[in-house]
């Protein structure tokens, strides 16, 4: 079992320390700010063991360099098809990563979309997505294409149901506005719009979700479904005749409301 303790940056970022339980030693996911990492770690007395970084968003890597000059030799993991300074394991997905001090191995996972070379880390029922899956949303297409961010989604949707979802931001408030327009009539929906105002009102981050929570109620892992299919054909116009074009749609679709 690991513990991930949460390390709220920005406005809206969390940056995620994996830790083994009673033992000192984290691997920080997406470093955006070195500031609030630091603070954590000397209040808890905290030795940071790797870094993992999912893409070179500066809110996920704006605090590498600072927390490299406190803490040198760290091993920085990130992808290879992005330029990012201080990488020193880059990876393409497919790989694992042992994390000896945690006695943790992450399997790598390539889910391009957001970004060209977003990597995702899986391991131990947890999965650190980055900006690829969000709870109730997506990623925006930056860079790849979206039949690239339909596969990648879908090769999460393929991990177990009880993995937990640690994405980068509370963002979950806003995506519900949106899967509550794209299914009316979805009643986990509504269960989920009720929790996450309960959690928000106390402060409490939404994140992490399981993946069968977001499988019940996040439209973006929902428009293979005939009447999620037939609210975004309503939007579109047209008949779609694959997932890909199903996505590329329902994304269209927020990006037109945000
Ligand atoms: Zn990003």
Redesign the pocket.
């Known amino acids: 079992m690991l513990e991930v303790i949460t390390v709220p940056a920005f406005s809206d970022n969390y940056i995620w320390l994996i830790r083994k339980p009673d033992q000192p030693y984290v691997a920080i996911v997406d470093p955006g700010d070195a500031e609030p990492v630091l603070r954590v770690l000397q209040k808890e007395s905290l030795i940071p063991v790797a870094i993992l970084i999912?893409?070179h968003?500066s809110?996920?890597i704006g605090g590498v360099r600072r927390l490299l000059s406190e803490h040198d030799n760290l091993p920085v993991y990130g992808p290879l098809k992005e330029s990012i300074p201080n990488i020193t394991h880059p990876l393409t997905g497919g790989e694992q990563i042992a994390l000896d001090k945690l006695d943790a191995k992450f399997t790598v996972l390539d889910v391009p979309g957001?970004?060209a070379g977003?990597l995702a880390y899986y391991g131990h029922g947890l999965l650190f997505c980055?900006?690829t899956l969000f709870t109730a949303g997506c990623?925006r297409l930056?860079e790849g294409t979206a039949e690239q961010m339909t596969n990648s989604l879908e090769k999460i949707a393929a991990l177990p149901d009880e993995t937990l979802v640690y994405c980068?931001h509370e963002y979950t408030l806003d995506n519900l506005v949106f899967a509550k327009t794209a299914e009316p009539n979805n009643h986990d929906l509504d269960m989920r719009i009720e929790e996450s105002h309960r959690l928000r009102n106390q402060d409490t981050p939404t994140v992490p979700s399981t993946l069968l929570l977001e499988k019940k109620t996040n439209p973006f892992l929902r428009y293979h479904l005939p009447n999620v299919t037939s609210a975004i054909e309503q939007f579109a116009g047209k008949q779609l005749n694959s997932n890909s074009e199903r996505f590329a749609a329902i994304r269209y679709w927020k990006d037109t409301l945000d």
Do not use: K, P, S, V
Request: proline share 0%; aromatic share 8%.
């Open positions: 999912t893409h968003h809110d996920h957001h970004t977003h980055g900006d990623g930056f980068a």
